[in-house]
């Protein structure tokens, strides 16, 4: 996919963008009507329901493909095993890919470092996907309208890669 033009900024995709990867929605009428549209514009949708801990993990494991990828399953909930598999998403001919929870409220009252961890992975991996033309979103609905997850995908400065090892900064 190309990237957006000044002709695009009217389209859903590119608002949703526009501040960041994910997009939190209370009104699942809302949610389910901007995965439609995402849907109808050519997205990869996945619908997650996380409702149930266990449910949440056997969804992800097929979106994810653990078992063709990696060869297991179910994921085991290891941050560090789904950052890695945010790496082999499948963007096909898609116009992106589109990750959609729902009820994700109930998965950050019962698990809060899986629930941001999960978010903090996506937003990071959907930059790193925006440097190649390719792009990921996260809609988030929620049942507590005033749900609170904190910043997601920080990063800091990073030193150049001529200079980032110490010994290439001493004089």
């Known amino acids: 996919m190309a990237a957006f033009t000044e002709d695009d900024q009217d389209r859903l995709d590119w608002m949703l963008l526009r501040d960041g990867a ?12 901007d995965a439609a549209w995402l ?4 997205y990869s949708v996945h619908i997650v329901d996380c409702t149930d801990a ?24 290891n941050l560090d095993a789904l950052n890695d598999a945010f790496r082999h998403l499948d963007f096909d ?18 698990n809060a470092p899986s629930a941001r961890g999960t978010l903090d992975i996506l937003e990071s991996r959907s ?6 033309g390719k792009r990921l ?28 090892f110490d010994d290439s900064r001493r004089a």
């Open 22 to 33: 994910v997009t939190l929605y209370y009104r699942r009428s809302f949610f389910d009507e």
């Open 93 to 110: 001919s898609s116009a992106g890919v589109a990750l959609c929870f729902v009820r994700f409220d109930a998965l950050l009252q019962n």
């Open 54 to 77: 266990r449910q949440f993990k056997l969804q992800m494991t097929r979106v994810f493909k653990f078992e063709e990828n990696f060869g297991y399953k179910p994921w085991t909930g």
């Open 127 to 132: 930059r790193d996907y925006l440097l190649t």
């Open 137 to 164: 979103l996260g809609l988030v609905q929620s049942d507590e309208p005033f749900i609170q997850v904190g910043p997601l995908g920080c990063r800091g400065p990073r030193w150049n890669h001529r200079e980032w």
């Open 39 to 42: 849907k109808d514009n050519g």
